[in-house]
């Protein structure tokens, strides 16, 4: 709430006495109301009675000026002041000994030390001195009284004070009955405003209540408001006195509003406080009440509530030990502290994990197998991998009274297993977790961690942080209710490692089998035993994983389908679900072979089977409208009606093959990409030059090296391939992969390179329908790759019949289904020499040709062809 200037000028006043200056008391009272003389019974003053206004005597004509910094002093008020500067002390000794007469100006800028005769208002007020004090630090205290108003006409001295030459400058007094009102107005207005200050004296209001005159209304109640330099020396300088108490009514109503405004803050703070303590007092009484009636009050209620839980959560010794003790601290302290909700947050956390609540495993091997073969088709490793899972424990759980116990003291029996399924997306990764749990009877759980860069988002918060909780694998097991779930991590290749932290370092305690016994979330502080968890992640690539952390986990690959995978799959699995779906019956649609083998090959070729479905979808929508409508009762699905509501097909048939492969230097090549295997064209060119040579299509730095190895064996055995050794003498080649905008890597394509050189310079076309992966050193080796099923499986889909593929890979095939490898050839090679011989056309006659750019291709991919066949950064592993 503001300070009144009545408060400012007592304690200025009060600061003047010590015990030894009780006289000074004499101060006080006339300081306060020297302004308002006794009434005598006819409404004069004793002053007024014997002297008139006209026989007020007039100041000199030339006065002391003592500036005033921050204060503006009123005709007819009485102001204590504190005189510090040497000037103004000297100033002040000359008036006491002379006429106590004074000039008081107000500075315009009060951080000026010392103003000179241009800092100074012209407008100020001629006061006497009444008295003065000597302060032990140096400072004189002044009480003065303000007289009249007087107007600086010019500076005479500056030395060693201000003198200037003065004149009278009285106020405009004017009679009426509307200056009467606003005078009473403003009386009014400053009693509200001593009500909203309890420090107010009573008398003081009562004494500016009795004023009559409204000029000696105005300097009297302004003299006790606290009011900006500038709006006080406004209303000192102005003439009419009317127009001087519209602007003090005016500020008094804004400061009316302002003290209510801060009662009204006052009044809700305290009424809050008042609450809490009702609330308290309320709530002690209740607990004595309850006392007396033999009942518990809330709070012990909820500590035996607790206590019955800590009982039947049987956790472990460590956990029940901190439990226990955050039950007795919880139990001394009151409802209302801030530490008791934390305590109790905490102890519901404590109660509700599945410390020992599971489930049994389904240990029927048929069982399992039956389940996993209903859910999933294909995908043989993986069931078989889940299959010997649940053997393994079945022959444990039967053998374990004959087993002897293990001497190995520091590495224990594990019994969880951590796997990672590695794949293309929509190959079924997620969806077999859910199988894998049905078919062991186990209950399932998934959180995704694609984009999570928070440690705490695994391991939990610790909890002094206001708002912490457990991370997402405890938060998990108490939703899912179980100790042995069967888990999933989905996306862990896609973790962000920033200077938020590491989460996937975090995971690494999690997915360890030697130490996840013994998982400590930073919110708990005690052991969680995850060995009985199931973990199983998903990734669709290995590379982004750090190294510690997919050292910890059985690592199961899940490669692409086949077409007739994917017809099986669309029959048995998409078809039905869309149908349902989209609330067809069984009996209004059907599918032929034929128009499935279209949809997979001119309208979804992909690794997995989402857009497969979302194309069966699409159909199965456009089937239901057309029902709706009453323009058909059933459809039977073939490849025209596929072309009719999907229209023209974004991907080409092997067609496209040889229209691409017909013109010299254009040779497929096979890449693997984290999404599956994909072909890709090499093209080369070539043009008039010396021995110019660039590589383009967006590669990295090891497909350029291959191409440069490509480059230098063809020119190494130009003799022997039939073309002419100083070829490079006056040529300029141009290798270029096509979808430039998807960045490339890898040393795979280095036969396929090579083998476009070839066919460039010696105009030799490539087989029909051939294609090729495999590194090859600078003497002309063919080094093995990886990525072999990926890439077999691309060359399928593509419409390829013939691969070439590096001798040392052979044992790679064993991978790659078996209707895969009755449709196509495989031709193994060791060399390129080899690898020439098999893919290019015989050489025709030789006959002499002009050196001459090559043709640009026939035929490009279309711009759907191309959103189709692109993927990120396709390598070689």
């Not at 800028?109 to 100074?120: H, Q, R, S, Y």
């Not at 060359?795 to 490898?821: C, F, M, Q, S, Y």
């Amino acid at each position: 709430m503001p300070a009144s200037r009545w408060q400012t000028h007592s304690a200025e006043l009060f600061n003047w006495m010590d015990e030894n200056d009780i006289e000074l008391l004499d101060m006080l009272i006339p300081s306060l109301f020297m302004q308002f003389p006794p009434k005598l019974e006819n409404g004069t003053s004793p002053a007024a009675e014997n002297v008139s206004e006209s026989e007020t005597p007039a100041p000199p004509d030339i006065v002391p000026i003592l500036p005033l910094r921050g204060v503006v002093v009123f005709p007819q008020t009485a102001v204590p002041l504190t005189i510090g500067q040497p000037r103004s002390i000297k100033l002040v000794d000359d008036v006491v000994a002379g006429d106590r007469l004074v000039g008081l100006v107000a500075a315009i800028n009060p951080e000026l030390e010392t103003p000179g005769p241009g800092d100074l208002y012209t407008v100020g007020t001629i006061a006497t001195v009444h008295r003065l004090l000597r302060a032990p630090d140096g400072t004189i205290r002044l009480l003065v009284q303000g007289l009249e108003r007087i107007r600086i006409v010019e500076f005479t001295q500056t030395e060693p004070y201000l003198m200037a030459r003065i004149e009278r400058h009285p106020e405009t007094v004017e009679t009426g009955l509307e200056i009467d009102a606003l005078a009473r107005n403003a009386r009014d207005q400053f009693a509200a405003i001593a009500e909203l200050i309890p420090s107010f004296p009573r008398e003081l209001v009562a004494s500016i209540a009795a004023i009559e005159d409204p000029l000696q209304t105005v300097y009297a109640i302004v003299n006790f408001q606290r009011i900006e330099l500038a709006e006080a020396q406004q209303i000192l300088e102005l003439d009419s006195t009317t127009e001087k108490l519209r602007k003090l009514v005016a500020f008094l109503v804004r400061e009316t509003e302002v003290l209510q405004l801060g009662q009204k803050i006052q009044n809700e703070a305290r009424s809050e406080i008042d609450k809490v303590q009702r609330e308290y007092f309320l709530r002690e009484q209740l607990k004595a009440i309850q006392k007396e009636l033999g009942e518990k009050d809330e709070q012990a209620v909820e500590i035996e509530e607790f206590r019955r839980k800590i009982e039947a959560a049987k956790m472990p010794e460590e956990a029940d030990k901190m439990a226990r003790r955050e039950l007795q601290r919880m139990e001394r302290l009151p409802t209302a502290a801030a530490e008791y909700g934390v305590i109790r947050t905490y102890l519901d956390w404590l109660v509700s994990l599945p410390w020992s609540v599971g489930t049994e495993d389904n240990l029927d091997i048929a069982h399992a197998r039956q389940v996993l073969e209903q859910d999933h088709y294909g995908l043989e490793d993986i069931k078989e991998r889940i299959l010997e899972f649940l053997a393994i424990r079945k022959l444990k759980l039967e053998r374990r009274a004959e087993q002897t116990e293990s001497q190995d003291r520091i590495r224990r029996e594990r019994e969880g297993v951590i796997l990672c399924f590695v794949g293309p997306p929509g190959v079924g990764k997620t969806s077999l977790g859910q199988s894998i749990a049905r078919a062991m009877g186990r209950k399932f759980i998934r959180i995704s961690l694609g984009g999570v860069r928070d440690e705490a988002e695994i391991r939990g918060h610790r909890r002094t942080y206001i708002g912490a909780m457990p991370g997402r694998i405890l938060q998990a097991l108490r939703r899912v209710e179980s100790r042995n779930p069967v888990f999933m991590l989905d996306e862990v290749d896609k973790l962000v490692s920033d200077f938020h932290g590491d989460p996937s370092s975090a995971l690494l305690e999690v997915l360890d089998p030697e130490q996840n016994n013994e998982f400590r979330d930073n919110y708990l502080e005690v052991a969680f035993d995850l060995s009985q968890v199931m973990f199983i992640a998903t990734a669709n690539t290995l590379e982004t994983i750090p190294g510690p952390l997919r050292d910890r986990m059985e690592i199961i690959g899940l490669s692409g389908y086949t077409e007739g995978e994917k017809v099986a799959i669309a029959r048995g699995y998409l078809i039905p679900r869309q149908v349902r779906e989209n609330g067809l019956k069984p009996a209004e649609v059907t599918f032929t072979d034929e128009a499935l083998y279209t949809i997979i090959r001119q309208y979804t070729r992909e690794a997995g089977v989402r857009n497969l479905e979302r194309t069966i979808g699409t159909i199965c929508r456009k089937i239901g409208t057309r029902i709706a409508e009453g323009k058909g009762v059933a459809y039977e699905v073939t490849p025209e009606l596929v072309r009719e509501f999907l229209k023209h097909p974004p991907l080409q048939g092997p067609e496209e093959l040889s229209v691409r492969t017909s013109v010299p230097g254009v040779v497929p090549g096979l890449a693997w990409t984290p999404y599956g295997g994909d072909v890709l064209f090499i093209e080369a060119t070539r043009m008039p030059g010396a021995k110019g040579f660039q590589i383009t299509g967006s590669v990295g730095n090891v497909m350029q090296e291959s191409a440069r190895a490509a480059l230098s064996y063809v020119r190494s055995h130009a003799a022997e391939l039939g073309i002419e050794p100083s070829f490079y003498d006056k040529t300029d080649l141009h290798l270029h992969i096509p979808a430039g905008a998807q960045p490339k890597d890898g040393p795979s394509a280095g036969v396929t390179m090579a083998t476009a050189l070839v066919s460039l310079l010696t105009g030799r076309l490539v087989k029909p329908g051939v294609g090729m992966t495999g590194e090859i050193t600078l003497r002309g080796q063919v080094l093995p790759i990886g990525g072999v099923k990926e890439k077999v499986l691309a060359a399928h889909r593509n419409g390829l019949k013939t691969v070439i593929l590096p001798k040392r890979n052979e044992p790679d095939l064993e991978d790659v289904p078996e209707e895969i490898k009755q449709a196509m050839q495989f031709v193994f090679v060791e060399n390129v020499d080899e690898v020439i011989a098999a893919a290019l056309e015989p050489a025709a006659p030789k006959t002499e040709t002009p050196l001459q750019a090559e043709p640009s291709q026939a035929a490009d991919l279309d711009e759907g062809k191309s959103r189709k066949r692109r993927k990120k950064n396709p390598e070689t592993p």
